[in-house]
């Protein structure tokens, strides 16, 4: 006899943006480049002050950093938000292991099992992984890809609000869908959530990454919010290094962040060298980010542009992070997405995507759409569209 | 109106071993030295190897690293373990975030909300904020200072088991207690996970601290037992790295890996510079192990042959890790562990202890217990037994 593993164990979703890795690997082995659009790993080079603060470390042992986080990444922080005007101190801030980490201690620490969780769809396909952990059920309410997946209106949110509702949990910018939510829509929220008495957990690591004259506003620039408002937020984004696992939890809810600390004790310790490394950060240069900000504008232009204008495609500009999530009418996403690999090839590419079912949790949404990671650079990704368009064409002629 | 956290949250256990911190450093601002013998954070200098494979990383992107690790890491552990006669392939192993991780993961891969694992008690008390996080019962058996905290016969284990028991986890070398199971031990554990259908998770991240002639025995070492054995470790202690984040999950039962490595993908990637740091590690010299061996035996004979020697004290020798549990007759050792910090000083020091009942889950037991992590050198060390000494002679004349 062998023990199985646990029921939960089995249930654990699989990555919907890492699914397809093993058959692009056959692919390649076949000779077919595959340019992969599907995983939000940027190519942008990890500025040098990120090495100059690891190497800071100076002491003999690689000791336990404080739970809570080290005093110099928790000061950085301060001084990084206060150009957001985002005043906060060290009490308001637990370090996390990279933005995750602080999705699954804020499901935790806000909700108890089988308790639920408000969820624009689509969202993040990994928040589906830590609300199996965190045994609470998420509650989605739907944003359409033909207004660019703004929120819908007041009374759709707040039809899903019942007694076991405990928070409303969403990104902006978003991921999978780069959309940027106003000031009038975060009040929205916050409205939502005062008046309904529930945490507001609001997912920024984007932050920098938005683009034309789009208004950067976090759920802390809403007056009257600091009961219900967790930020949560990461560095792996805006410094390039995903690889490092560090980000925050915001909130100026004292019971909440008690016992988000009492979590991060459990787990002793956010990687010491990282923590310094991104301490560093907060000196690099304005220009590091008006430089990123350009090439990841002239990216998103790139497929905007490619793909917007095919028929029966919807495809809105999205105003920030660095992905565009689109619908591909009457086109089965996940056997696309698998053709795109098996069955196709221009000029010796193909294109990796991710389909877009796995960042819904109602069944049968997002099957004619996908999300494409814009992070290469523009010549690869110009030649990306070409094979996606001419996939789309052939695809659709079968 | 505010909301409040979730009942977990607010039950979530704040670590025995550093709640005193916050009146330590009272004391400490009232002039008087606080030896601190709470937290296993060695005092060894981290070997060089860790910073040469740091420094081994040259790409210019810190990107994602693989969910279950790099591969030099992976390869670097299997070569480690050969040396100790176990045979592993990257199959058979997902890094963690630190050893805790390891266990977190394993909770939840094979038990279901409201399941049971096995525990012996003492243990160490960080499990029970991961039990608390994966919602399962830890159903203890005690263990007795009288005899190092050695297993207690079958029977005692076996009654405990219902048809709610998933797993049986375990530390050896242990933390609190420095027991290291004989091969007897961990063979009637086996048999028992056989008997039973249960997971034997066996938590080995003291592997290296084995003093004297005691044998090292993993699990993987008893015949027969791959499809129940769980292996987690860590580098943390052996290479004296705490602050970076890696350890390991191994087992060869694959629907069991495949949860993990699932829920591995939901926190993306362990940091990748401390795992190329840990790759190299596998160059340190035997020198090294031989020092630190040396240096710790030298110290846990300090505490013990101090200790061991007092009227009403039980302390037994431990053969392994760097703790010492003891049993103070007719102390309570939560009022005897804040008077040490308010009301007593030796020659300007005194001593920051862990009080026994945080590693017990019966109510009421380990009250008259403390664990001394002896990380620090011997000099300081004989300075604190001395100051401990004094304090227990006082203390039980109050």
Redesign the interface.
């Known amino acids: 006899?062998?023990?199985?593993?646990?029921?939960?164990?089995?249930l654990?979703?699989?990555?919907a943006i890492?699914k397809l890795i093993p058959l692009s690997k056959e692919t390649e082995k076949h000779g077919i480049k595959v340019i992969k659009l599907n995983?939000g790993?940027?190519?942008?080079?990890?500025p040098p002050e990120?090495w100059e603060g690891?190497r800071h470390f100076k002491e003999?042992?690689?000791?336990?950093?404080p739970?809570e986080g080290r005093p110099e990444y928790l000061d950085a922080l301060i001084s990084y938000y206060s150009r957001f005007n985002l005043s906060f101190t060290r009490e308001d801030i637990v370090v996390s292991?990279?933005g995750?980490?602080g999705v699954?201690y804020s499901l935790?620490?806000?909700?108890?099992?089988g308790?639920d969780i408000l969820v624009p769809e689509p969202y993040y396909s990994?928040y589906l992984?830590?609300a199996?952990?965190a045994?609470v059920n998420f509650i989605p309410f739907t944003t359409r890809a033909e207004n660019g997946y703004h929120l819908p209106e007041r009374s759709i949110i707040e039809k899903c609000i019942t007694k076991k509702t405990?928070?409303i949990l969403f990104s902006s910018p978003g991921n999978p869908t780069g959309c940027v939510y106003t000031r009038a829509e975060m009040e929205l929220l916050a409205d939502i959530a005062?008046k309904h008495?529930?945490?507001l957990i609001s997912d920024e690591v984007y932050r920098e990454f938005i683009y034309g004259d789009t208004e950067a506003v976090s759920i802390f620039h809403i007056p009257g919010i600091d009961?219900?408002a967790v930020m949560l937020d990461s560095a792996s984004k805006r410094y390039?290094?995903?690889?490092?696992?560090v980000g925050s939890i915001i909130s100026r809810?004292k019971?909440?962040l008690?016992?988000?600390r009492?979590?991060a004790?459990?787990?002793?310790?956010?990687?010491?060298?990282?923590q310094l490394g991104i301490a560093n950060c907060i000196n690099t240069p304005d220009s590091y980010f008006i430089r990123v900000k350009a090439d990841y504008k002239a990216r998103r232009d790139i497929v905007v542009d490619a793909l917007s204008a095919l028929p029966d495609v919807v495809c809105h500009r999205p105003e920030g992070a660095f992905y565009v999530m689109l619908k591909l009418k009457g086109i089965d996403t996940e056997v696309f997405a698998k053709w795109l690999l098996t069955d196709f090839s221009h000029k010796g590419e193909t294109v990796l995507l991710s389909p877009g079912a796995g960042f819904y949790a109602t069944p049968g949404l997002g099957r004619d759409e996908i999300r494409i990671a814009y992070v290469l650079e523009c010549g690869i990704l110009k030649r990306a569209m070409e094979a996606l368009i001419e996939a789309i064409r052939q695809f659709r002629l079968l």
Do not use: W
Request: hydrophobic share 35%; net charge neutral.
């Open positions: 006899m062998k023990p199985t593993p646990s029921i939960r164990g089995g654990i979703p699989r990555s890492r995983i790993q940027p190519d942008v080079e990890t990120f690891v003999k042992v690689l000791a336990y950093s739970s292991q990279g995750i980490e699954l935790i620490a806000c909700a108890d099992p308790e990994n992984g830590t199996a952990m045994q405990r928070a005062q008495n529930l945490f009961d219900h390039s290094v995903c690889g490092s696992r809810n019971p909440f008690d016992a988000v009492a979590l004790t459990v787990r002793l310790s956010a990687p010491t060298l990282d």
